[in-house]
């Protein structure tokens, strides 16, 4: 019987609306997929304003894969501009949101048991978008969700060597409810501090009293940017300065977290050296 090569396979072209669904989409959908990412390393998904090529990106796609809790409020209005005929999964089906004041906390991926789940979800949306992948797509996932079980043992045992009264930091995300709740490091947020300004002297003194007053071991705060401030934060209090936590973004290929796995393993070596 004669064999008739098969045409190479065509990718499908698939958007992701920022870099970390960009990543889980990469490892699930190898070498079968075209990965264009709306929101890049480095950026911040929150407050994002599409460029006129985005639409063009979204009306050329088989699939959009968004994470939805609200984190991508441009969107929708984007999506439908582009006049495309793309699917769209929300990564975060299935998760139980937590709140963030009177909004879901959106950061639904700090939790590498959630991480399960949006890869599943991309895989299944993977597959509807493209059968003949189905084998492909479910190897791949099958893959990356056995590393994802590794990682999060890995957070666990880290987190485990932290004496428990030392399991916390002050730190000016908001993005790190999802791992505090699955891994028990507590993320206290700096009373009277204003991302918006160099907090005043007024601030840092009260910062000061509540890492006395709480015993608080490390300070994560990204928006005192004068490292003067950071040298009398530890000093008058003994806390570490335990450097960046990386949330919302990816870092570019030559930074601490080019990918999701990177990412986590970045955070947990921060907090662990921080508070250990």
């Known amino acids: 019987m004669t064999v008739i090569p098969s045409r190479a396979q065509e990718k499908i072209n698939v958007v992701a609306s920022f870099s970390i669904l960009g ?10 997929v075209n990965i ?14 599409p460029a006129p090529t985005d639409a063009k990106k979204i009306a050329d796609a088989k699939l959009v894969i968004i994470n939805g809790l609200g984190l991508e409020g441009w969107l929708p209005r984007l999506v439908q501009s582009s006049g495309g005929k793309a699917a769209t999964v929300t990564a975060t089906n299935g998760i139980a949101p937590r709140k963030l004041g009177s909004d879901a906390d959106p950061h639904a991926w700090q ?8 890869v599943a979800n991309i895989r299944d949306a993977l597959i509807a978008a493209d059968q003949a992948g189905a084998p492909t797509y ?51 947020a700096p009373q009277g501090v204003s991302t918006e300004s160099e907090p005043s002297a007024r601030d840092i003194a009260a910062i000061i009293t509540q890492i006395r007053r709480a ?21 008058e209090t003994g806390a570490r300065i335990g450097g960046t936590l990386v949330s919302d973004s990816l870092t570019a290929e030559n930074g601490n977290a080019p990918t999701y796995i990177d990412m986590v393993r970045h955070n947990i070596r921060a907090l662990t050296s921080a508070l250990n």
């Not at 932290?162 to 995300?173: D, F, G, L, N, Y």
């Open 111 to 118: 939790s590498v048991a959630n991480a399960r789940i949006y």
């Open 215 to 235: 015993k608080i071991p490390a300070v994560f705060l990204e928006n005192i940017s004068d490292p003067r401030l950071m040298r009398r934060i530890s000093a």
């Open 36 to 49: 264009t990412t709306l929101v890049g390393p480095d950026s911040d998904v929150h407050v994002y304003t």
């Open 138 to 188: 479910r190897a791949n996932a099958d893959t990356y969700l056995a590393k994802l079980d590794a990682l999060d043992r890995e957070v666990r045992d880290a987190v485990a060597q932290i004496p428990e009264p030392r399991r916390k930091v002050i730190s000016s995300h908001d993005a790190f409810g999802y791992f505090a709740a699955a891994y028990g490091i507590a993320f206290i």
């Open 23 to 32: 990543d889980f989409a990469n490892n699930v959908g190898g070498d079968r």
